[in-house]
């Protein structure tokens, strides 16, 4: 059973940063994904399980950063220059391989809100 722990999420000013945490049970190919309200859930990110790739929407482009420590089994999302926009849960998932389409596993979610 796959298991993903989100943490980092809260309140911040626009402009600021935050940095996300999803720990896995195991190694797998991570990403993140959010869901303003009233909106459909929307890629972010994802990392290859080597973390040798990364790969961002182009709203986040510039401003995220993912990354992952593969002895922790952890994957992070550095986020910056918030704006209100970026507001949503926020999802950590994962899938057993980079080649595959679907996202498996799912976290429970981290709130991040963004006050203008």
């Known amino acids: 059973q796959v298991q993903l722990a989100e943490s980092g999420g809260g309140l911040v000013q626009a402009g600021g940063s935050l940095r996300l945490s999803c720990a896995a049970s195991?190694?797998?190919?991570m990403g993140w994904f959010r869901q303003a309200p009233g909106k459909e859930r929307e890629f972010v990110s994802w990392?290859?399980?080597?973390?040798?790739?990364?790969y961002y929407a182009d709203s986040v482009k510039g401003r995220f950063t993912i990354s992952r420590d593969n002895a922790k089994n952890t994957v992070y999302l550095q986020m910056n220059i918030l704006k209100p926009e970026d507001t949503a849960v926020y999802y950590c998932a994962a899938k057993t391989s980079d080649y595959v389409h679907r996202w498996d596993y799912w976290g429970q979610g981290t709130q991040v809100t963004v006050s203008s």
């Open positions: 195991g190694r797998y190919t």
């Open positions: 990392i290859r399980r080597s973390g040798g790739s990364t």
